[in-house]
């Protein structure tokens, strides 16, 4: 058997931020990753202005502003007329260090944590490690793992499951994922096609209402992520294709010609909460915990959030010597923000974005300019789609 103080199983954005943070603070942490490598999958890319903020005093938020693209402004947008509400988020000065977005790679996110944790020396990262079991009594909770080297049991005070949608952990804690899935898929491709240069006034990320359907545009750096939703009737497999992915994307610039594209993959969609966020001496945090549309940016962003909020219970329970009654607050801080704020507004987004019918649209965008053009109301809107209420509930919630 091998020791830890606290094991956490994911090496992803929410596990490597919870790793982070406890090995500044000498505490001995083990990464277990089931996968051979940070992951360069196409998933999150937009970081929220709080996000920004919290990762700033660990040199993260300076690689990323280094790497990354700042986005002033987002909007949402009827095609092709171009009329459209900009939510400014300069609004928030005064609220945030960093009031913008910035668009980087999570695979680039998780890079950078991955090379701040590997300069702390009680922190270890096992890649190609599969956790097999998982049990737990009053004081030590054992880990069973499989890896190359063979299978090991490791033992510690505390376990976070930051292992996605699919948790290992959840599952082996038999804890509930309530909840439903969208039914339709959507096509995440990505190109150096450069739309800013057809579609005047164009955000870094815009959401956009096209005759019959939506897509998304996000810029980063050197290239565009393109969410494309198939006409009704189309299979996820036509959608696939070279000729249909040349279809929807001529839908957004018609005389754009062949449009080169460098990747693609279809998802789905779920809204999910987890019925409990602890089981013992062991918690859940990130997607193994909720999941919700990524309209509007909000899921990796909730995910990091859970892992500032668990570890700073952590770090006073281990090194300040506060009662482990405080470990409490963790599901009571962080479920009802996840449950009625980012599942319910990515639900909201999404819900948004879906609408046909040209009538409600043009009545949901006349709202949404009266918001952009009222300094009162598009400061407490973006407060709120800036996740930035919904931390400052957390923290008043005892």
């Known amino acids: ?21 406890l090995g500044h603070q000498d505490i001995r942490v083990t990464v277990l990753e089931a996968e051979s490598a940070i992951s360069d999958d196409l998933r999150a890319s937009t970081f929220h202005p709080p996000t920004l903020d919290m990762m700033a005093p660990y040199g993260i938020t300076a690689r990323m502003l280094e790497e990354g693209l700042i986005c002033p402004t987002w909007q949402i947008r009827m095609h092709p007329t171009g009329d459209r509400a900009v939510f400014d988020l300069s609004a928030l000065a005064g ?31 096992r890649f190609s490690t599969q956790v097999t079991g998982l049990r737990q009594d009053g004081d030590k909770v054992y880990v069973n793992t499989q ?30 994922m309530a909840g439903d899935i969208y039914p339709e898929t959507t096509i995440l491709a990505t190109t150096r096609f450069p739309f800013h240069e057809h579609l005047d006034d164009l955000s870094n990320v815009s959401y956009c209402w096209k005759p019959g359907g939506t897509f998304s545009l996000l810029r980063l750096p050197d290239l565009w992520r393109v969410s494309l939703h198939p006409r009704e009737g189309v299979s996820v497999e036509q959608a696939m294709t070279p000729e249909v992915q040349q ?28 019925a409990a966020y602890r089981q013992g001496r062991v918690f859940l945090a990130g997607d193994a915990a909720h999941l919700n549309s990524p309209s509007g940016g ?36 962080r479920r009802p923000v996840a449950e ?14 879906r609408e046909h019918d040209p009538e409600r649209r043009r009545a949901i965008l006349d709202d949404l300019q009266r918001t952009t053009s009222d300094p009162v109301k598009l400061k407490s809107y973006l407060m709120k ?14």
């Open 147 to 176: 890896s190359p080297a063979g299978a090991e049991v490791l033992t510690a005070d505390y376990c976070i499951g930051a292992d996605g949608a699919r948790s290992t952990i959840r599952r082996l804690l038999d804890i509930d």
């Open 340 to 353: 009625e704020e980012i599942i319910q507004q990515a639900h909201r987004n999404r819900s948004r974005m």
């Open 298 to 333: 909000m899921g990796m962003n909730g995910g990091i959030h859970d892992a500032f909020n668990l570890c700073e219970k952590f770090i006073a329970v281990l090194t300040e010597g506060a009662d482990v009654s405080i470990l409490d607050r963790y599901e009571r801080q």
């Open 1 to 21: 058997m091998r020791q830890a103080t606290v094991v956490i199983v994911g090496a992803g954005p929410v596990g490597l931020t919870a790793a982070l943070l």
């Open 95 to 125: 609220e945030t260090d960093h009031p913008y977005r910035l668009q980087c790679e999570q695979s680039k996110f998780g890079q950078f944590l991955l090379d701040a944790v590997g300069a702390l020396p009680n922190v270890t990262v």
């Open 247 to 274: 279809e929807m994307l001529h839908d957004i610039v018609p005389e754009a010609g062949d449009i080169e594209v460098l990747k693609t993959r279809p998802y789905r969609i779920h809204r999910r909460l987890a």
């Open 385 to 398: 789609s800036s996740m930035i209420d919904g931390l400052r509930r957390a923290a008043a919630t005892a």
